[in-house]
């Protein structure tokens, strides 16, 4: 579980710039599912998520995540723990490295290694088993540079990585964002397919309300710092949702512009 207390953040204090975006936010996330926040840009959700992964400090508040506080660990600490996908496929890899590079460095996640000891034979039956989940062919391109795979098939590479030694959290911040439709869907049911496969407590960014819907169990929408809706994804359609997105979201920026 991830248990988020008082959290206050403020970027630029005590300067003309000051613009405080979280003032005493709580949350709590159920453990072992996929939970999505939606809203705006400037609502608050990529801070969230990087308050949560430390690549941002907060100014006090509590990240609790399955009992312990993560709260004042640096990020490369919290990367023990939490896994991220992110927009940019080319993010969560090493481009120049090839498959098995990549997937032997995600098995060294949190460890001191070089890369003269960075493939381990032992880990090669492995890293083919979990590729061949994927059902994309990875398997049989381990020596194939990642710069030379379609954006979807680095994403699905990226979504191995991050969850390959099963993190306590994983952070999707809008990981099908840059692929068309099509791959965008298949990307989803197999990001759905390895949660719930193997149990991982997730947050997931979106701006699509339909996947919001249909591949998480909680939607959660912010606005200014604030949750302005919290719901179970069964119980609201997406006409539902897509008018409360415009009535209270989008209609309370055009007051403030």
């Known amino acids: 579980m991830l248990k988020i207390e ?8 005590g300067t003309p710039e000051e613009h405080r975006i979280f003032k005493d936010f709580s949350l709590e996330i159920e453990a072992n599912v996929c939970t999505t926040i939606l809203g705006p840009n400037g609502c608050g959700k990529s801070t969230l998520f990087n308050l949560i992964s430390g690549s941002i400090e907060s100014d006090s508040g509590s990240i609790n995540l399955n009992g312990n506080e993560i709260n004042k660990l640096p990020e490369e600490k919290r990367a023990s723990y939490i896994g991220k996908v992110n927009q940019d496929p080319s993010k969560g890899v090493s481009p120049s490295l090839n498959i098995l590079e990549n997937m032997s460095i995600a098995l060294k ?4 290694f070089t890369f003269k000891k960075l493939i381990k034979n032992n880990n090669v039956n492995m890293i083919v088993e979990k590729l061949k989940e994927l059902d994309l062919g990875l398997e049989d391109k381990l ?13 699905s590479l990226s979504l ?9 959290l994983l952070l999707l911040d809008e990981h099908t964002a840059a692929l ?3 791959t965008s869907k298949l990307i989803m049911d197999k990001t ?11 947050l997931m960014i979106t701006h699509n309300l339909r996947h919001a819907i249909q591949y998480s169990k909680r939607i959660i929408m912010l606005n200014k710092g604030e949750i302005v809706l919290d719901v179970q994804s069964e119980d609201i359609t997406e006409d539902e949702l897509t008018k409360f997105y415009n009535e209270r979201i989008l209609e309370s920026l055009k007051l403030v512009s």
């Open 6 to 13: 008082n959290l206050n953040k403020t970027f630029y204090p």
């Open 109 to 112: 996640k949190g460890e001191k």
């Open 143 to 155: 020596t194939t540079q990642v710069k030379f795979l379609s954006g979807g098939q680095r994403q």
């Open 160 to 168: 191995l990585m991050s969850t390959i030694k099963r993190p306590d």
């Open 180 to 182: 068309d439709p099509k």
């Open 192 to 202: 759905v397919d390895l949660i719930n496969r193997e149990k991982i407590t997730t």
